[in-house]
């Protein structure tokens, strides 16, 4: 079974404050995604990395940043937290192809880190 | 609308009983995947269809695709209290490798 694990169910910070997220998947898939899920608004895609060290932005980088140095390591970082980044953060995972910008299989997904920026 | 828009919002209906949800999308897909969220969970997948496909069944659960209609239904036939939790469809868009989430259906399978 697949398994992603991120580093915190739930996590408060104040404004200001860098914050990292931590995801971690034993797959070996080559794709990872960050969402965030808000009330009304679904899932929406933050960053998406392919590649060690590939990253592409998704709908709403702003204000975000990610980090992949290693395969099975996905980070999501807030470098300035602020109180609209207060949300449910959801990290997956899924197999890409050899060679290829993603793929379109189903994605695994984490059991999610709720942030609270005060 | 949003690209992957579920229809109903929420639906409640009692155990045994069959469930439908539906989801819109705007844009040409690779496929369409049904995924299933527990109240405060990650999301958990439960099938995909392709493009090319009409109708995908696994268990209890029975997808349809019309690309026609840019439209998919999922129906969860004898739904049981453990169904209860919220289902949401995602888009692969063509040409990229993004997914687009829609808001969801809150299903509620009563006793």
């Known amino acids: 079974d697949v398994k992603v694990t991120q580093s915190s169910r739930y996590l408060v910070k104040r404004t200001g404050e860098k914050v990292f997220l931590e995801c971690v998947q034993d797959?070996?898939?080559?794709?990872m995604f960050w969402y965030r899920q808000d009330p009304g608004l679904g899932l929406r895609l933050i960053y998406f990395?392919?590649?060690?060290?590939?990253?592409e932005k998704g709908d709403i980088p702003e204000g975000y940043s990610v980090s992949r140095e290693k395969k099975e390591r996905f980070s999501l970082i807030l470098e300035s937290a602020s109180t609209n980044q207060t949300s449910m953060y959801l990290c997956?995972?899924?197999?890409?192809?050899?060679?290829?910008?993603?793929?379109?299989?189903?994605?695994?997904f984490g059991p999610g880190t709720r942030l609270t920026v005060l | 609308s949003q690209q992957g828009e579920e229809d109903p919002q929420a639906l409640s209906i009692q155990e045994g009983e069959n469930a439908t949800m539906n989801c819109s999308y705007k844009?040409?897909?690779?496929?369409l995947q049904w995924y299933r969220q527990n109240s405060g969970r990650g999301l958990v997948h439960l099938i995909l269809i392709r493009s090319n496909e009409r109708e995908k069944h696994s268990g209890r659960l029975r997808v349809t695709l019309d690309t026609s209609k840019k439209s998919s239904s999922l129906l969860i036939t004898a739904s049981r209290a453990a169904d209860t939790a919220s289902y949401f469809c995602a888009t692969a868009l063509s040409g990229t490798y993004k997914y687009i989430f829609g808001t969801g259906t809150r299903l509620k399978v009563l006793a």
């Open positions: 844009t040409s897909i690779n496929n």
């Open positions: 797959m070996d898939h080559e794709n």
């Open positions: 990395s392919y590649d060690v060290k590939m990253k």
């Open positions: 997956a995972s899924s197999l890409g192809l050899a060679g290829s910008r993603g793929s379109y299989n189903e994605q695994f």
